[in-house]
């Protein structure tokens, strides 16, 4: 189901500019709006607005959903990255032993 989507003209710290639910209370009236459009996900309304020359982030009382999914998603990649192993973490040894030294 597409739902409605506005593009603010107010910018965040981080220079981009937020992207809200139609109805969001945190969208205020005097706010210029500089797109609209429907669209089934946030991501896609950010993709639209990125198009059209304006980089967007998520809005992050209206769009919460849309957030706590992309971090997990993020979390999980870096979690299931495989931890590179060498073969020296296997043959060093803990005590320093003298003679295992000399050949
Ligand atoms: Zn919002």
């Known amino acids: 189901m597409k739902a409605k989507y506005l593009l603010s003209a107010l910018k965040s710290l981080r220079g981009k500019r937020y992207i809200h639910r139609a109805g969001c209370p945190f969208h205020l009236e005097f706010n210029e709006i500089l797109l609209t459009g429907y669209f089934s996900s946030v991501g896609e309304a950010i993709e639209a607005a990125s198009i059209a020359g304006y980089p967007a982030e998520p809005c992050p009382f209206c769009c919460e959903e849309y957030i706590h999914k992309r971090n997990y998603s993020f979390l999980r990649g ?3 990255e495989p ?7 296997f043959e060093t040894p803990d005590v320093f032993v003298p003679g295992a030294y000399i050949n």
């Open 83 to 89: 931890v590179p192993v060498t073969e020296s973490d």
């Open 78 to 80: 870096i979690v299931t």
